[in-house]
């Protein structure tokens, strides 16, 4: 479920699968991904600036949230409250020590992920205990995301608690066009303890094997015991025969609480956050624009997108859920001005004149928007509108590159992002996966998938356009050549009298076998002048 981010080379980080080498400057007992290039220097500088000790990526910068409300309350730490409820057992064996070593030798990854924690630790302590569940679960959210709701892998798991798809709507958390229930805070705490005390019950109460079947599910961690019952062996976690990441998941999570009891046996001084509410959650009834939010509030944009990450666009679900995470400071204000706020204000709308060509997808994408509200705001039913008729259509508020943590901008940056070798733009045709487009860029399918925000077992759309960073093709050492940029381009080839599938494919250097996945023919029919063939060619390495 999850793909790590490793650190290697005292501060060299490369992508990974599962963990990370075990150096100094990455989690012990792991195995890193393979991609079959190396790192290069720009990737290592900003590698630098994520988390190295969990296996997710971080695709938006932190944001730093006045949270204090300058009261006379006095609190103690939070620390203080979650270290006097410790229950766990924490063995001194050489796995927790291994991870308990590379967090305190990495004090400032500490205060950061503490840091990122501040808005959220207090509710999700005052959950556990609600629910009396073991108070070490707090920790769970820096072993699995650094404290992130941004957070995702390439094994499609998402959101601070990462759940993937299925695992999220089995427990409660809405995934839509709007929304992902995976990255909000309130929705997935809830259900990450609803599944957490499935797994306890489904394995006899063994905390244990119940943290180890959330990182790896429960089928797998099921068949180790089972293997183990056979061989008449031990079947408690450390006896068990598991997948690499899950040996080190349990100990990551004992390590961390090791060091919360007794921070200053290792010499740690842990990220001061006071013991009480900093946020609330507030109703607001119906779908409203995040910037007029913002601004009711006194926040800024990306301070309100920072607190409620669930929502994918520029505005609230329509269906819901209607709530809005706030820092207490700011609830009582925004309170009075939404009240105020008339319910034709909460978005903002455009009359929309229907053209010839149109239909609600076309308009939908045109405006940002979802073609179910065009709907739903126009009565109209099914999909048949009319030229010259008109639509009210919500729009954002402000132009959409302010919404700076909505998908798109995430995805926008992420593509952006400079990397070494020849950067190609592809619009997937049908047919296309992710192993065919590295077969035909010579690049690794999981990064393809990872520079365009996707999982490599996610589906491909027609008409998406992903970004493709090709490396320098070498040319052969006998033939005296240097290094040359490859650059490939989408082309297309009209057929010439006397044109054979070998002839076209030996032109531009290029397999016949590719000729017939791209335009969906074989190689047994004869090609016809004039007929047209989609081709991908270097053309450094063309004739």
Not at 45 to 53: F, I, T
Not at 100 to 124: G, M
Not at 208 to 232: C, D, I, M, T, W
Not at 240 to 267: C, G, Q, S
Request: aromatic letters at 10%.
């Amino acid at each position: 479920m999850k793909n790590l981010f490793p650190l290697a080379i005292t501060c060299l980080f490369l992508f990974g699968c599962q963990s990370t080498l075990l150096t100094q400057e990455s989690p012990p007992q792991a195995e890193i991904y393979h991609q079959g290039d190396h790192a290069s220097v720009e990737e290592i500088n900003q590698a630098l600036l994520v988390d190295g000790a969990i296996p997710v990526m971080h695709p938006v910068a932190d944001v730093d949230i006045n949270l204090s409300d300058d009261s006379d309350e006095s609190s103690n730490d939070i620390w203080q409250r979650i270290r006097s409820q410790f229950s766990f057992k924490i063995p001194q064996n050489r796995r927790v020590i291994n991870q308990r070593n590379w967090y305190t030798s990495h004090q400032r990854y500490l205060d950061r992920v503490a840091k990122r924690s501040e808005p959220f630790i207090y509710y999700i302590v005052e959950e556990l205990e609600k629910n009396n569940m073991p108070i070490e679960l707090t920790l769970l959210p820096i072993v699995e995301s650094a404290f992130d709701p941004f957070a995702y892998s390439h094994g499609r798991a998402s959101g601070m608690w990462q759940f993937v798809p299925g695992t999220g709507k089995r427990f409660g958390m809405k995934q839509n066009w709007w929304y992902d229930g995976r990255r909000d805070v309130i929705a997935s705490t809830k259900g990450a303890i609803k599944y957490l005390k499935y797994l306890h019950k489904y394995f006899n109460d063994d905390w244990l094997l119940a943290l180890a079947a959330y990182n790896s599910g429960e089928g797998r961690v099921q068949r180790a015991v089972r293997k183990n019952k056979k061989k008449h062996l031990p079947i408690d976690f450390w006896s068990l025969n598991l997948p690499k990441e899950t040996r080190a998941y349990v100990p990551k999570l004992l390590a961390l609480a090791d060091i919360i009891k007794r921070p200053a046996d290792f010499n740690i001084k842990l990220f001061t956050i006071e013991n009480k509410a900093v946020i609330e959650q507030v109703d607001i009834k119906s779908q409203l624009d995040l910037a007029k939010a913002a601004q009711l509030s006194q926040l800024s944009l990306a301070e309100l997108q920072r607190l409620n990450p669930g929502f994918n666009r520029w505005a609230t679900a329509p269906k819901g859920p209607h709530y809005l995470v706030l820092p207490k400071n700011k609830v009582e204000r925004f309170k009075t001005k939404l009240d105020k706020l008339k319910t034709k204000d909460r978005l903002s709308w455009q009359r929309y004149k229907i053209k010839n060509g149109d239909s609600l997808s076309v308009i939908a994408n045109k405006f940002h928007t979802s073609t179910e509200l065009i709907r739903r705001l126009n009565n109209v039913k099914g999909n048949q509108i009319r030229t010259g008729k008109y639509l009210l259509i919500p729009v954002a508020t402000v132009s959409l590159d302010h919404y700076v943590f909505s998908q798109n901008q995430r995805l926008v940056k992420k593509q952006s992002r400079q990397r070494t070798g020849y950067k190609i733009i592809h619009q997937v045709k049908a047919g296309d996966t992710f192993w065919d487009l590295g077969q035909t860029y010579k690049v690794s399918s999981r990064n393809i998938a990872k520079w365009n925000g996707m999982a490599p077992r996610d589906t491909l759309k027609l008409g998406q356009k992903l970004v493709i960073w090709q490396k320098p093709a070498k040319r052969s050492a006998k033939s005296g050549n240097t290094i040359e940029q490859a650059v490939v381009r989408n082309i297309t080839y009209k057929v010439r009298r006397g044109d054979s599938f070998a002839r076209i494919a030996d032109k531009f250097n290029i397999h016949i076998r590719d000729i017939e996945r791209w335009n969906k023919i074989s190689r047994r029919n004869y090609l016809q002048p004039g007929q047209l063939l989609k081709l991908s060619v270097d053309v450094t390495n063309s004739i």
